[in-house]
Structure formats: C-alpha cells, structure tokens
C-alpha cells in the first residue's frame, strides 16, 4: 500500500490526532513516518483490531430459517472466507455467535450456555427480526423477544430472512467496530 | 421400483380395512386417504389389526397429530404400508374433561415424540407412554397448554424469561 499518500488510511494506524479535527492534512506537521517509505507505525492495539476484525471465526449454529441464509453466506456465492470467517464447531474456537433464528423459551437457556463458553473478545450478531426483537413471533407463548434479552448483541441484521448481501454488510460493520477497540482488551460485558 | 406397485386406490383399501375391522365408521371429512373413525376403547387393538393384518400391513406410522375442537380434542394418525404405498388415517377423540387415550407407542414407537408434542401443545394424556414429559416448551411451563383455543398466557411478564442478566 502507498504509505506516502496525504491521507493515510485511519484503521490502520488508529485514531487521528484530537488537533487533526477539521484541519486539511497541509496544514498539518508532515509525520514522521511519511518520510520512510516501506515503513508503517502504529501501536499494537491497531495491528491486533486488524488482525482480529479478518479472522472472526464463528459459530456452526442456526436454529431456524434464517440460518439458511447463513449457510448461503457461507457457500462459494457469496463466500464468507474472504472476510477471513470461518465456521467452527466449538463455541471455544469461535469470536462470533451469528444467532440466526427464532429464539425460544426453551432454546434460550442454551444459548446463553453457548455464549458463555465462547473466549473472550466474543461478539454477537443478531440475525433476522426474530433474533432482534421475536420477529414475526413477538410475544408468542414460546418465543423471546429478542436475543438481546439473554446475551448482549453489537450488530443486529432487520429482515425476514435477511438476504446474505445484508449479513455481509453486517459482518463489515462488525468489523469496522472490532477495528476501533480502544482499550487492551475488549471488557466483558455479561 | 418399477414392479413396486404404488396403491392409491382409496376405495379398494377402503373395502380390504373393511374387511378386517368391520367396526370402523368412515369419516368422509378428509378426502386425500381413506379416513376412518374410531372408539378410543378399541382403539390398540384397531391399531395391531391395521399393523399386522396381512390385508393392511400399515407398518409405519407416518404422523400423529391433535386437533383442538370447541368441545373434545381429536388425534389423527396416518399410516403407511411401505411396501404398496397403500396409506389410511385413522381418527379418534377425547373429550375434553377427560383428555385420557392409550399410547400407539406400544404398536408403532414412533410415536414415541409425536405423543410428547402432543400431550405438551394440547393436553391429551397417553395412557402407556414410557416418557410423558413436555417437548417444545420449557421445563417447568406450567400455564396450560398452548395450542388449545381457549390458552391465555396468564403469566405474569417477568417469568417470560426476563433478562438474566
Ligand atoms: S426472521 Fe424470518 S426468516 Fe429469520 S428466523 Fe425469523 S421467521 Fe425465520
């Protein structure tokens, strides 16, 4: 990548300056590391956000129709592996728990159980209206109302199905979030 | 598969169940597969003729399911004889103060499950069944049963599964 150029690419050396706020990159001191062609700085929280926000593996796990469209995702048309996802079968390999599906009463105990299991920094994309709020089953004898109601959830993708195009560009902003985590380390959250 | 004879005759299978269980009433309210009514006292013993009569040999139990009616409460079976194709639905009932029929579980355990569903969603006690434990909804449920007309979620919001958190 052209290291040299006046806008240097902000997720991947962090956040800009606080005196950089509405000032054009002339009027700025020129960084020391434009003169060093070949040579990136940053911090290590940059390089681990990006190596974290290309490797989300997650979790082999749907529980209705719209993890058919998960499984579309994930097949060669639209091809999940470019963004570095790849299904795993143990919740303790995973970063990401797509909840892809209606979210019963009886169901919800476990997948708290799942999510507990996961390592931290763990993420959770709700998949669909029934994971965002119940979906077409609001307030049904069986369903809750959302998985947020169980697990916290930092993406939540509206449709019913959603179509993969629409999973894709939630996985994106997930890890456009994943790119800017500030701190060491991601702080539990349950 | 070609000499396999796929039997969609209604009427001759009608007239072989006749032939063996005089005592069935036709029920003329389902049209795809001859559809008989019975008794829920004799009702095992229609079920091993059905299975074991070489006039029948309905040897898989394809489905079972309730129906919720204003004032009883109706199982439907519908099995299959695999080697001809040949299918017949059998309906019994159970009123709804008294929801008590014995298990098929004895003659096909298959339907081991669809009981189970059955007895959580509509209420029917199977009489006989080795594990008559609710299904689909939550251990500890106790509102009803939720695919009866008359069920009303009667509790209160915070049991609904509130955040645990
Ligand atoms: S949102 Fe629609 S497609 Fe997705 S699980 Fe719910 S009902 Fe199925």
Redesign the pocket.
């Known amino acids: 990548m052209d290291v040299s150029g006046q806008d240097a690419p902000r997720s991947w050396l962090g956040t800009p300056p606080p005196e950089a706020e509405g000032r054009s990159s002339e009027e700025l001191p020129v960084p020391l590391w434009q003169h060093l062609p070949g040579v990136l700085t940053g911090n290590v929280q940059s390089f681990i956000n990006w190596a974290r926000s290309n490797s989300i593996w997650y979790m082999t796990f749907g529980i209705?129709?719209?993890a058919i469209?998960m499984m579309a995702t994930g097949a060669s048309k639209y091809d999940f592996d470019r963004f570095g996802m790849i299904p795993r079968a143990s919740p303790r390999q995973t970063d990401l728990m797509i909840v892809?599906?209606?979210v019963t009463e009886k169901m919800a105990p476990r997948i708290k159980t799942l999510y507990e299991q996961m390592a931290e920094p763990r993420w959770v994309l709700a998949?669909?209206?029934?994971?965002s709020n119940g979906?077409?089953?609001h307030e049904g004898y069986n369903v809750v109302d959302g998985v947020d109601k169980i697990v916290p959830v930092d993406i939540y993708v509206p449709?019913?199905?959603p179509r993969p195009e629409a999973l894709l560009h939630g996985v994106m902003l997930l890890q456009e979030k994943v790119r800017w985590v500030q701190s060491a380390e991601k702080t539990a959250r349950t | 598969m070609s000499e396999r004879v796929r039997d969609t005759g209604s009427a001759a299978i009608r007239e072989r169940v006749r032939a063996v269980l005089p005592q069935l009433t036709d029920d003329p309210s389902t049209v795809d597969l001859p559809a008989f009514r019975v008794d829920r006292t004799g009702l095992l013993d229609v079920m091993r003729v059905l299975r074991d009569a070489p006039e029948c040999g309905f040897q898989y139990l394809s489905c079972l399911s309730g129906v919720d009616y204003p004032d009883h409460l109706d199982v439907v079976y519908h099995i299959f004889n695999l080697q001809n194709g040949a299918g017949v639905c059998l309906k019994t009932s159970a009123p709804k103060s008294d929801p008590v029929l014995p298990s098929a579980t004895a003659v096909w355990p298959g339907a081991n499950w669809h009981e189970r569903e059955v007895f959580d969603l509509l209420g029917v006690r199977f009489e006989g069944h080795p594990d008559l434990r609710r299904i689909l909804m939550p251990e500890g449920f106790d509102a009803g049963y939720p695919l009866r007309k008359d069920f009303v979620d009667s509790r209160p919001a915070k049991v609904r599964l509130v955040r645990s958190r």
């Open positions: 209705a129709c719209c469209e892809a599906g209606t998949l669909g209206g029934c994971a979906g077409p089953y449709g019913c199905p």
